[in-house]
């Protein structure tokens, strides 16, 4: 079980999917609603399905497969923002509301999160829904990148020539 800190949950190494920071419209996602999934091991997951978060499974892709556990995690900024920093080997980037799109697209390495529980209740059903406290996202650099890190980055328009 992850430990818990002030009743959040810290993730470390782990693997998400489902990837919507950007908030846009889908088959499974209203405008606007920003988040993803985490997939958890059995062992984690039942034990978050016991106090009541809202683990689900994905069907198994093969047959003699296991069923796959995930949390989906809220990203918003209502209220308490998340701390979102994605991390290179240039150093860390801390990205806002205007720029966390980024994640839908980037190679990850690796992803440490923690997660704030929200207690809800609706029409005698009750349950913990997971919102987004801080996120590190280490990115998968390729070999031009690596080769390139020590250029300082001049912003989009620069070289080009008005008309």
Do not use: C
Not at 96 to 115: F, H, K, P, R, Y
């Amino acid at each position: 079980m992850p430990p818990y800190q002030d009743n959040a949950v810290v993730m470390e190494n782990v693997r998400i999917v489902f990837r919507n920071f950007s908030g846009k419209e889908g088959m499974y996602n209203r405008e606007g609603d920003r988040n993803f999934s985490v997939l958890l091991d059995d062992e984690v997951a039942n034990a978050m399905a016991e106090d009541g978060w809202n683990v689900k499974w994905l069907n198994p892709r093969e047959e003699g497969d296991s069923p796959q556990a995930y949390l989906t995690v809220a990203v918003n900024y209502k209220g308490r923002p998340p701390r979102v920093v994605m991390v290179t080997s240039r150093g860390r980037t801390p990205l806002d509301e205007s720029e966390i799109e980024v994640l839908d697209w980037v190679d990850i390495a690796n992803v440490d999160l923690i997660v704030r529980p929200y207690e809800w209740a609706v029409n005698g059903k009750t349950g913990i829904k997971a919102y987004l406290k801080s996120i590190f996202v280490t990115i998968h650099e390729d070999a031009l990148e690596l080769k390139y890190a020590d250029l300082d980055q001049l912003p989009s328009r620069s070289g080009r020539v008005d008309e």
